[in-house]
């Protein structure tokens, strides 16, 4: 079984920057698109980002954003080192989340415990 850790995540002012990762162990996922979302404090959760599975590309790119992240965030894989990340730039308050990694592979889905990514105003 596949397991999905993230790291990266902390106390940030607006403006600032993280980068958040996540570690894929027990499978290889470079065939397979990722997915980071996000669930703040009273909320459900929410699709962030996607990358297609590593030679996937089309001719609508192989990465799609939420709205309200464009132009801000990026998200971004290694296939050498099982991993996927995503590059948080201009952070806002409204970012405040919980950021968890996700997979889905026939039905199966795989989590990530999340990491906090807090943003101060």
């Known amino acids: 079984q596949v397991q999905l850790v993230e790291s990266g995540g902390g106390l940030v002012q607006a403006g600032g920057s993280l980068r958040l990762s996540c570690v894929a162990s027990?499978?290889?996922?470079?065939?397979?698109?990722m997915n980071w979302f996000r669930q703040a404090p009273g909320k459900e959760r929410e699709f962030v980002a996607a990358?297609?599975?590593?030679?996937?590309?089309?001719?609508?790119?192989?990465?799609v954003y939420a709205e309200s992240v464009k132009g801000r965030f990026t998200i971004s894989r290694d296939n050498a080192k099982n991993t996927v990340d995503l590059q948080m730039n201009s952070l806002k308050p409204e970012d405040t989340a919980v950021y968890y990694c996700?997979?889905?592979?026939?039905?199966?889905?795989?989590w990530g415990q999340g990491t906090q990514v807090t943003v101060s105003s």
């Open positions: 996700f997979l889905d592979v026939s039905g199966r889905r795989y």
């Open positions: 027990g499978g290889n996922i470079s065939t397979y698109a």
């Open positions: 990358i297609s599975r590593s030679g996937a590309n089309t001719l609508y790119g192989n990465t």
